[in-house]
């Protein structure tokens, strides 16, 4: 399961905090992504990157933020503004478009 | 956008049964469909793939069929296992202003009763 990693695997912040998940992958893939999985909702896109220092909005960006100096980390910042932050976090990667996406095992975070 | 429609949401089977889940999609440019599946607890694993120049693909006991006309896709697992249980997420290219990114459905819930 190595090639791109997430951390940590659960995270707890207090409301009002930002709080930044890590991803980085060392498969050499230009494109990376953020999605949040809520049960019953499958996989929803919060921002994707194709190449380093580009990136761009998903389908539920608000609240977010993200950042791509290097080729192989895209951390995810979730900000105080995310009304409903609790969720599973999933990061994945891919040799641009319409390619297989390899996934990182996730992070759960729960803001109490 | 594209829309990815996937059903049932949940597939009770006996070991052995074959298992369908269907997905339906909106965009008729798009072109690559996965399917992924998800065990209890860990990430989503592609099982396989089928792209808009073929209508069948077949890995062993798992088929993905693909009607372009009618815009759906169908995953076919045969002979069933216990460790066949899981969630399958069907996916398709977003061909928009996201060029290649991919849409899923919500998920089907298979569980193999031995």
């Known amino acids: 399961d190595g090639g791109i990693t997430q951390s940590p695997k659960y995270l707890f912040r207090k409301e009002g905090q930002n709080v930044t998940l890590s991803c980085e992958q060392n498969?050499?893939?230009?494109?990376m992504y953020w999605y949040r999985q809520d049960p019953g909702q499958g996989l929803r896109l919060i921002y994707y990157?194709?190449?380093?220092?580009?990136?761009q909005k998903g389908d539920i960006a608000e609240g977010y933020s993200v950042s791509r100096e290097k080729k192989e980390s895209f951390p995810l910042t979730v900000t105080s503004a995310q009304k409903n932050p609790t969720a599973f976090y999933l990061c994945a990667s891919s040799y641009g478009n319409y390619n297989e996406q390899f996934f990182g095992p996730g992070t759960r975070l729960t803001v109490l | 956008g594209e829309n990815v429609e996937q059903h049932p949401s949940t597939l009770s089977v006996q070991e052995g049964d074959s298992a369908v889940i269907k997905c339906t999609y909106s965009d008729s440019a798009s072109n690559y469909f996965p399917w992924y599946k998800q065990e209890l607890g860990k990430r989503p694993q592609l099982i396989i793939d089928?792209?808009?120049?073929?209508g069948e693909k077949k890995d062993q006991r798992i088929a993905v069929t693909l009607n372009k006309t009618a815009k759906h896709f169908s995953l076919h697992i045969t002979e069933t296992q216990p460790e066949d249980s899981a969630v399958y997420f069907c996916?398709?290219?977003?061909?928009?202003?996201?060029?290649?990114?991919?849409?899923f459905g919500k998920g089907t819930k298979l569980s193999v009763k031995p």
């Open positions: 996916a398709a290219s977003s061909n928009g202003g996201s060029q290649g990114n991919l849409i």
């Open positions: 498969l050499n893939h230009d494109a």
């Open positions: 990157s194709q190449i380093v220092n580009d990136f």
């Open positions: 089928i792209r808009s120049n073929v």
